[in-house]
Structure formats: structure tokens, C-alpha cells
């Protein structure tokens, strides 16, 4: 894996006193590195991603869940290779 960042926000919307719904919207790195014997490849890939969750809450018990989409937005890859007497 390569180290990345994510970016981004989530609103809070009380549906009832126990249900919210949190609607979010994140611009999120993803990536990794190969390696072999002459070979080394680094793919960067970032993704708008954007979740719907729905919460359920009480004063003991806190849960939630719910679909999310990630759409592609650009992506580089990097491949380095080495020729050993050739």
C-alpha cells in the first residue's frame, strides 16, 4: 500500500429523536506499490466518494449502515524498470 489522505464532510440530519441520516461527501487517495527484481510500479487512483448512512442511537447503543457510491476521478501509474546486463 501507499500512504494517502482523505478529505471531506458529513451532515447530520435528525430524522426522529432515535433515527439520523448522514449524507457525506469525501475526495479520497488510494494506492500501491509493486516491487520485484528489476521492476517497480506505483498506482495512485482518487475517488470521490459519497455515503449515505443511516444511524440509530440511544443512550447505550449507537449503530449504522447504508450504501455509498465511489466514482473514479484520475489516476496516475508509475512503472520503473531495470535492465541487468542486457
Known amino acids: 500500500p501507499l500512504p494517502s489522505a482523505q ?3 458529513v451532515a447530520e ?3 426522529s429523536k432515535q433515527w439520523l441520516f448522514q449524507p457525506g461527501l469525501f475526495l ?3 494506492g500501491y506499490r509493486w516491487r ?3 521492476n517497480r510500479s506505483d498506482t495512485r487512483l482518487y475517488y470521490l466518494t459519497i ?3 443511516v444511524m440509530f442511537r440511544n443512550k447505550t447503543f449507537y ?3 447504508g450504501p455509498y457510491a465511489g466514482i473514479g476521478l484520475m489516476g496516475t501509474q508509475v ?3 531495470t535492465s ?3
Do not use: E, K
Open 51 to 53: 455515503p449515505a448512512t
Open 84 to 86: 541487468h546486463g542486457g
Open 28 to 30: 479520497s487517495g488510494r
Open 79 to 81: 512503472d520503473r524498470y
Open 13 to 15: 440530519i435528525d430524522l
Open 63 to 65: 449503530a449504522g449502515a
Open 7 to 9: 478529505i471531506g464532510m
Open 36 to 38: 520485484t527484481p528489476g
